[in-house]
């Protein structure tokens, strides 16, 4: 156990449609990346929050957003989906810049 | 741009072989390397980590090596189980500050009994 949770679990939504994931990690993990990971892919980085602001990003259109609270949660929104968002989503949690990062099990998002 | 491949990208063994996975990655600046492991449809578990200083880290029946000049790595499992079926990812920092990991594809492993 990673300490490290993520709802939904699994998650269809239609094209155009707006979706929500949300990421709960550890009491201390003010630091925060989401990763995109497409069957039979290697996870892709989207972005990283830390202190609730984004301070990275990977090569993913503004469609794909975040938030990260001060309670060590976090979301990511992504607006307009496409067939091709349908993918794992993966959040990892870490103190600051602490090498060793700590993956939630995901959500699973399907678009139809 | 980093990139990084792994060869097999799939790897069917009997219980008890060694095996050895491969990993590549195309920019030799980098500030660790990890290896994971990912369960079917499940999130990442760290097996190991490598600092670009290090040659090598051992965690029981494994071993990761790291040749930073030539971009290579390799995941050497001893006495494999059926367990360890599962698969292998590796993973390359740039930095430790805004960038991220940059994935490889993966090897799926199947350890028959």
């Known amino acids: 156990e990673t300490g490290v949770t993520q709802s939904p679990t699994h998650l269809i939504k239609t094209r155009g449609q707006q979706v929500t994931l949300r990421c709960s990690s550890q009491?201390?993990?003010?630091?925060v990346s989401w990763y995109q990971q497409a069957l039979g892919q290697g996870p892709q980085f989207i972005f990283q929050?830390?202190?609730?602001?984004?301070?990275g990003r990977g090569n993913f259109p503004p469609r794909f957003s975040g938030l990260q609270f001060p309670n060590y949660s976090s979301e990511l929104n992504v607006n307009a989906l496409e067939l091709d968002d349908s993918a794992l989503y993966l959040c990892a949690s870490r103190i600051g810049t602490e090498e060793t990062q700590y993956f939630g099990p995901g959500t699973r998002l399907l678009v139809l | 741009k980093q990139e990084v491949t792994q060869i097999p990208a799939a790897l069917s063994v009997p219980e008890g072989e060694n095996l050895v996975l491969n990993c590549s990655f195309t920019?030799?600046?980098?500030?660790?390397l990890q290896w994971f492991r990912q369960d079917p449809g499940k999130g990442l578990t760290s097996l190991l980590l490598?600092?670009?200083?290090?040659r090598e880290q051992t965690s029981g029946r494994l071993n990761a090596s790291l040749d930073k000049s030539s971009g290579r790595s390799t995941l050497y499992i001893a006495a494999s189980q059926p367990g360890d079926s599962a698969t292998y990812l590796c993973?390359?920092?740039?930095?430790?500050?805004?960038?991220?990991?940059?994935f490889g594809p993966g090897t799926r492993l199947s350890v028959l009994p």
């Open positions: 929050y830390y202190r609730e602001e984004e301070n």
């Open positions: 009491s201390g993990h003010n630091t």
């Open positions: 920019d030799s600046a980098i500030y660790n």
């Open positions: 993973a390359v920092l740039r930095d430790n500050y805004g960038q991220n990991f940059v």
């Open positions: 490598i600092q670009s200083s290090q």
